[in-house]
């Protein structure tokens, strides 16, 4: 276990903190990982999504491997859904660390993650704000012929009856630019202060889908805060890095797992 206040106190990238070893940051138990995926590229445009959009056109596949079996995407998700590969990842993690809990997807978008989830637990609920985003879940996992309750609805709102459960939050970063500086967590909307006081509310197991260029010091100290408000007990965090053909893409936070 290495316990260094001087990465605390350093504006480091994630890159440059140590890998697979238990460190301990501000009274902070914190483990960094990494996991590659590997994504070939497919030619074609549509005519349907906008030029911006067109480059992660040609990763349809990666995205979804049923692309061409009726998946349906808004402009939106074809850059913040989470690849299949990558979710079928997650979800066997999430298996294998509490395979009998409920799982509420609370930004469920357009069902890349929440697909794969409800292939490995009983009881997965997704919740979205945003009609559009009900709609493409709804028919995506009729396609991948999984099923979960879809509610629409503003996550900030919901209630769950059972307090076994695994939350994941893959909350909205601001757009296309948000990786052109350090992303501020304090930006987001709805924060992240006021997502993990809901979350954590109602359970000791949270799920979070981040920039890659998050500052570590500043996520640590969100988790402390709302748990000291809270009166709770500090978990130990689990920070992934997912990389897509050996280049960061972005972070999945376990928390409590």
Known sequence: MIENQKLV????SILEYPLNELLVLDNQKLKITKKNFTCQLHSG???DIPKQIQKFYRKRFFLFKKFN???QLDEESWYSVIPEEMSIHIANKLKTSSPDSDVI???CGSGGLAIQLAKCFKTVVCIDIDPIKINNITNNLQVYESIATVIQMNFLE???SKQDFIL???PPWGGLNYSHQPYDLNSMKPSLQDLLTKGLQMTNKIVLQLPKNIDIPQLINIFKDVTDKLRLELKPIEIEMMLINEQIN???IYYGL
């Open 9 to 12: 106190h350093r504006k480091l």
């Open 45 to 47: 445009i549509s005519i």
């Open 69 to 71: 079996d009726g998946i």
């Open 105 to 107: 997807d609370g930004f």
């Open 158 to 160: 919901y209630t769950h």
């Open 168 to 170: 994941i939050m893959c």
């Open 250 to 252: 972005q972070l999945i």
